[in-house]
């Protein structure tokens, strides 16, 4: 039946890195390799409460089907909580998604044409160039340096390529690189989307966790034309388990997410919308997110501190001031694929890097994730990759 | 900003008579238009002890991220209960997902390119056209019966529609016919299938709500070479608020939908699939069902009742054997939309049938539900309905 496929699932290849990373699923491997928050720092029993209410006082409605966009005292509080980034917002302006991921996927379907060309940071998130690509569009990768996208390239960039439809950026603590944009290449993106008619789509799932140093106004809170597309999510600040996300756009733009949403699920889980929209009304969210970020810089502190004494010299990284990723950069002989296999069988994983340069041709990074691992873990399994490392080198 | 939009999303048009339907969640109105469970018989109590006992029994796990195929003992037990239906099944067959809508979405994706056809009942599910058109196909309906599609009809189209990638049936209590297939119209369906080397999806949401008569076993039970792809849901039977369905495949097959599900949310929702899972444990769900479906059979027993004493003569309908819907049909001269408007202003609702013919030009069906609306509800609106109707015959 292979030739019934369509052709943009006979492109999709299975992740050559999937077979090795399922081996990090065994209990005795200390795993960088996820982008799983800490299960400690689940409110387990603020959960326990907050079903109990919710079944208790609206239990048909919450087992029952209900709109697309969402619940609205949900929508109506994440609105007010955009703010903190600078964003003016109203429930209306928002629908709720399964996950930032179920976003990005819409955002494919909604803009992308076969041959369609993607610009995008180099590197960027895997996650995101496999929903992108699944509508067989191509990717240009611009080049970055510590305060976002070189905006020189990305406009000499647009100047070649006719078929660009959107710029997908993540400006926060970026998966994989760790890095943050500064406000000014933020405005000057959006200067440069209104000058060419383009869309951004700002992927924003780490931005709350900021270690250090002060907020910077989302892209979206610079946007004069309506041209920004925000994804949101509480994966990481409150459970990636009950799949709650969101999208934010201007309304022409956002009517196509919802009836892209009818079509692909009807609605996200009724009763988990209303469980979350207890929990932010019973307990003090920004006090969850402060404890999580105090935990995460400890873990990220310890890490970077143990790659300094034992990776060998040639690593090369930047600091993260927030988020869940380090990011090495290797001698460009190493191959980071190579390492996998050695760190696997010394029982410690990590994600290559090459799967987040779209077009390939870089094998000499890994993306360490510091969130899901405890302190002594954090040193043990360091420790270990160091000395592979140093082999190799 | 419209130029940038996908072909696809260009052609995808808001429904004609969403509006309308709007107005039909003012609570003092009769509807019988969606297609919802009784919200009373939601075991909401039940779902108090599975909530408590999930989060205390298995909380970090049911709050993190987890595999895009679904919870295993969820798969398994899904994979017995398919023995109800002749299928023999284990749960690597099976993949969850956002209800048995996620299915569509993904059968479109994997199967259509732009002017592929789709072969359906004539008529159809209209959200798997909806779902269907965003991948830009074509459809071909093919004649009914009481015994199911006319299979010498579908040959002919067959054999005039070379890019025909897949037939889209619902076998049992059909959406929004309420009519079920005989057994030799499945397995005439199977062995045509084969032939012509095409894939049958068979979307089987309301099978479990059988009111009489012997079950037939699921066309997937008659699949003799893989190629019968077969939707499920929990939406129908325990809550569609949890969005939980499957889809079970042949290898290949599912494996495409296990891409396609990674890339579009990375999983359905961790905490749910246990909660549901721990309900099939403690509770008896057959016993469950069985309540449903004694409630179902005396509303449609009383809603058929009614139509037969107040709608006018010209009324033609059958009597469904189980599932949600009744299906009117009226002189060729009625225009369901316009009764529609009317009935609006009576405070009662359904669906016109137009949109159920996903190549229009039958205006002249109505879907009525029978499944949500209590009893002196039932009667109340199927009479206000009837005298509409009368007027306007």
Not at 79 to 99: P, S
Not at 177 to 192: C, D, F, H, P
Not at 247 to 276: C, F, H, M
Request: glycine share 8%.
């Amino acid at each position: 039946m292979e030739h019934l496929y369509s052709d943009r699932v006979k492109q999709l290849k299975a992740s050559e890195i999937r077979e090795i990373l399922k081996l990090t699923q065994q209990p005795d491997i200390i795993s960088f390799a996820g982008g799983l928050p800490a299960p400690e720092l689940f409110p387990i029993e603020e959960m326990k409460v907050v079903t109990q209410k919710v079944l208790s006082e609206m239990g048909q409605e919450a087992l029952q089907y209900s709109t697309t966009e969402g619940y609205d005292p949900l929508r109506t509080k994440i609105a007010k909580r955009l703010l903190n980034v600078g964003i003016e917002a109203n429930k209306d302006d928002i629908l709720i998604t399964n996950g930032s991921q179920q976003g990005l996927d819409f955002t494919g379907k909604i803009f992308l044409n076969p041959n369609d060309v993607v610009l995008c940071e180099s590197p960027s998130y895997l996650g995101a160039i496999n929903a992108f690509k699944a509508y067989e569009c191509g990717f240009k990768e611009i080049q970055t340096d510590n305060e976002g996208m070189v905006l020189s390239h990305l406009e000499e960039v647009i100047n070649h390529t006719p078929n660009a439809k959107f710029i997908y950026v993540i400006p926060d603590f970026q998966n994989p690189s760790g890095r943050t944009w500064s406000e000014a290449r933020r405005k000057g993106l959006v200067a440069i989307a209104n000058k060419y008619n383009l869309v951004i789509i700002e992927d924003n799932p780490y931005g709350e966790l900021r270690f250090e140093g002060e907020m910077i106004g989302s892209i979206k809170s610079f946007d004069t034309e309506g041209r920004v597309v925000y994804l949101g999510t509480f994966s990481k600040t409150f459970s990636p388990g009950l799949r709650i996300g969101w999208v934010l756009a201007s309304p022409n733009v956002l009517n196509k997410y919802i009836v892209v949403k009818q079509g692909a699920d009807l609605q996200s889980s009724s009763i988990s919308q209303r469980e979350l929209n207890q929990f932010l009304e019973m307990y003090d969210f920004d006090a969850h997110i402060a404890n999580i970020k105090k935990v995460y810089k400890t873990r990220r502190d310890l890490m970077i501190e143990t790659i300094k004494s034992e990776f060998p010299k040639e690593a090369e990284f930047e600091i993260p001031s927030g988020g869940l990723f380090a990011w090495v950069k290797l001698p460009n002989h190493v191959n980071t694929k190579e390492v996998l296999v050695k760190a696997v069988e010394n029982k410690v994983a990590f994600v290559p890097g090459g799967s987040f340069f779209p077009n390939g041709g870089q094998e000499n990074f890994m993306r360490l994730n510091f969130s899901n691992m405890p302190e002594e873990k954090i040193v043990e399994g360091i420790t270990r990759l160091g000395k592979i490392l140093k082999d190799v080198i």
